[in-house]
Each structure stands twice: as structure tokens, then as C-alpha cells.
């Protein structure tokens, strides 16, 4: 099995950043797709952004601009670079990875933005 880790979350003023990360690990197959989603209390998951091993992203609209996926395969380890956060942004954020689409799933880390 692949295990997702996630760290970097916690409270920041609206307008700040915070850079969080995702460590895998066990498993031995490729981890082609990682991404990050998040979920607010009582809102449906939703993803923020994906990157696959070659490096190519996706993002979702509300966050193009402002966040910054990247991944370090010799590391296991992605990343999400949070600019200019918003109270919005408010969310529990999940890692997930798979050799293609999203089938791993870490615990979360909250990130709290207040105004």
C-alpha cells in the first residue's frame, strides 16, 4: 500500500501564504498522478490542483494564480505553493496519488485563512 502524508497547514491572515507538503511512501509502483483537493465543512470535495510525473498541472479556477503544484520524485514529495489566500480557501486539504487518477489518500492538514 501507498501512504500519503501531508503537512504545512495552519492559520494565516487573509493575503498571506502558506507552502504545504506530501510525502509518500510504502508501494512500489510508479505514482504517475498526485494532486491536492480540499473540503470545507459541509461543501463537496473539490480539486485544487494536479500534477503528473512528466510535469505537466491542472488547477481549478478559483485558485489559478494564486497556488503552485510541483512534485520532487526522488523525494516522493509534493508540494503546494498558497499565495494570496483568501478566507474561502478555508478547507481541509487532501493529498492523493495514483498511477493514473487519484486512488491514494492522505489524512489532510487544515488550513484556516482568516479575514
Known amino acids: 500500500q501507498v501512504q500519503l502524508v501531508e503537512s504545512g497547514g495552519g492559520l494565516v491572515q487573509a493575503g498571506g501564504s502558506l507552502r504545504l507538503s506530501c510525502v509518500a511512501s510504502?508501494?512500489?509502483?510508479?505514482?504517475?498522478?498526485m494532486g491536492w483537493y480540499r473540503q470545507a465543512p459541509g461543501k463537496q470535495r473539490e480539486l485544487v490542483a494536479g500534477?503528473?510525473?512528466?510535469?505537466?498541472?491542472n488547477y481549478s479556477d478559483f485558485v489559478k494564480g494564486r497556488f503552485t503544484i510541483s512534485r520532487d520524485n526522488t523525494k516522493k514529495t509534493m508540494y503546494l505553493q498558497m499565495n494570496s489566500l483568501k478566507p474561502e480557501d478555508t478547507a481541509v486539504y487532501y493529498c492523493?496519488?495514483?498511477?493514473?487518477?487519484?486512488?491514494?489518500w492522505g489524512q489532510g492538514t487544515q488550513v484556516t485563512v482568516s479575514s
Open positions: 492523493a496519488a495514483g498511477p493514473f487518477g487519484y486512488v491514494y
Open positions: 510504502g508501494g512500489i509502483f510508479n505514482i504517475n498522478s
Open positions: 500534477i503528473r510525473s512528466g510535469g505537466s498541472t
